[in-house]
């Protein structure tokens, strides 16, 4: 069994070389000891997910209210509300050699559909198991949570004939897995390459919410704006400002 840290790769196969086309995806969580306000002991209700992506277009999600891909491929086993008992909280299974084959990658997150912020858990991890076999090939662990609503924890890619799972582990601002495209869409590059919010081109064609906030956490002061907004020319070296269209997309990025 593999153990993977953020930004690592793994070739899905065998120890012996040969492909896993069948495999469960099991995610888990624990809840820290007095989580909630004022210490206040209560389930934390987490919902793990998986979007399908042609290129940046999405092209189906399975999560909790919509259990299957319209290909077959990908099957959400249902939702555990509260995170509690052994084992696996979700398991999501997925048939590769189904999958629709303009769907080129797969990206597997965890979000509060309460809008709790995910430092309330701990040991969050997502393991790879061969369905054939019941053999576990991989598993990536966060020992601490992060202070968004949502968990981008890996992506299955394309890469040639086979398939490569990606480990991520970073926050992202997401409560509802059917609202979380932008989000996921500085993941779905198959380099496993995030934006660099130190070139502010990279940031172009990213949802303006997942950018501002990159940016802003690279030291930038950002000014986000619609592409046909008055702006100021009092110019800053230090300031970002971001151009986007009316679906929040970034189509500009320049310093100024």
Known sequence: MIDLNPGQEWTLATESGEPVTRLRLGLGWDKERNAGPAGAARD?????????????????????????????????????????GEGDDEVIAVDLA????????????????????LDWIANAYCRIVDDATDVELARFTLTSGVSQTGLAMATLFRDGAGWRLRAIGQGIAVTVPAKSVGALRPFLRTSATPPDPRDPATLVGLDVAEATRLA?????????????????????????????????????????
């Open 44 to 84: 934390v209700d987490l919902d793990a997910s998986a979007v399908q992506f042609m290129g940046e277009q999405l092209f189906d999600l399975a999560f909790y209210n919509n259990l299957a891909t319209r290909d077959g491929s990908v099957v959400h086993q249902g939702d555990n509300r509260s995170g509690s």
């Open 216 to 256: 802003t956490d690279a030291g930038w002061d950002v000014r986000a704006h619609p592409l046909d907004a008055m702006l100021t020319m009092d110019f800053r070296p230090d300031r970002l400002n971001l151009g986007h269209d009316a679906g929040g997309v970034v189509r500009s990025a320049r310093v100024g």
């Open 98 to 117: 189904k999958v629709y084959a303009k769907v080129d990658t797969i990206a597997f997150l965890v979000s509060s559909y309460q809008g709790h912020p």
